[in-house]
């Protein structure tokens, strides 16, 4: 593939990978705000499985290896298993990249044979504070997705923005008669918020009708819950106290 030919970055297959395993459902994580994305699909790698397929190489990206297991990996990377296949980054690219990322994932979705594609992000809380359940939306490019959202019982956007990857890729679902779906989960942008990942899975199960474990995230939101917790209280012992508001100003001495 030549680079940019299709406004895409080049999708390299692994040795030994089977092509001809690829269709069902695609669904697509990156890493941004809460790391919702990311969370969830390195989730579904691990639980359902799944093969690796390819990795996604330009030379801008940063030169680094990513050591899952002891094993080294490109950080961004496909995967497949029965009736799934899922494209993960997991690190965080400049805002600029995001319409060639989206006309990767188009690509390979297109080309795949895939049903449809599902991506999974964050948004962000209006309560930032940690908290047991948050809002879980969808939007889809087709009326057919849409139902399904409804039948499902995940709360759509009737009006609004959806930035980044997402936006683009619902927004050219549309416009090119694709089966696109963004679940946006409420999120907390100030760390990895598991919890919100784990709501995101728990939505996707809906959607596509299949059983997926959800213990393992549950465990990791408790524990970055936890020390989240444990930050914060530690923070909170070491600040200053607040200056006595009854204290006159014009009464402050000098210091000479």
């Avoid at 970055?9 to 990156?30: I, K, Q």
């Avoid at 359940?133 to 409804?150: F, H, I, K, N, Y």
């Avoid at 609004?160 to 089966?179: H, M, S, T």
Wanted: glycine share 10%; hydrophobic share 40%; proline share 6%.
């Amino acid at each position: 593939m030549e680079e940019y030919s299709s406004g895409a970055y080049p999708l390299v297959l692994h040795a030994g990978a089977d092509p001809s395993r690829l269709g069902g459902t695609a669904v697509c994580g990156f890493s941004t705000v809460g790391s919702v994305g990311v969370i969830a699909t390195s989730h579904l790698i691990q639980t359902l499985e799944l093969s690796p397929m390819g990795t996604v190489m330009h030379p801008k990206f940063p030169a680094i290896a990513l050591i899952h297991d002891t094993v080294p990996k490109h950080p961004v990377r496909v995967y497949q298993g029965d009736g799934i296949g899922v494209f993960t980054a997991e690190i965080q690219f400049p805002s600029e990249n995001d319409v060639y990322f989206g006309e990767t994932v188009l690509e390979w979705f297109t080309k795949g044979g895939f049903d449809r594609l599902i991506v999974i992000d964050g948004v962000v809380s209006n309560d930032l504070g940690i908290k047991e359940d948050s809002d879980l939306w969808g939007v889809a490019s087709t009326q057919m997705s849409r139902d399904q959202l409804d039948d499902a019982g995940i709360q759509q956007i009737q009006q609004g923005i959806v930035a980044g990857i997402a936006g683009y890729l619902i927004a050219e679902g549309e416009r090119r008669g694709l089966d696109v779906t963004a679940l946006l989960a409420e999120c907390n942008p100030m760390y990895p918020d598991a919890r919100a990942a784990l709501i995101a899975v728990e939505g996707l199960s809906e959607l596509v009708d299949r059983e997926i474990p959800v213990q393992g995230l549950l465990n990791d939101a408790r524990n970055i819950e936890e020390r989240v917790r444990d930050a914060f209280e530690r923070a909170q012992s070491m600040a200053l106290p607040p200056p006595d508001s009854d204290d006159d100003d014009d009464n402050v001495p000098m210091v000479s």
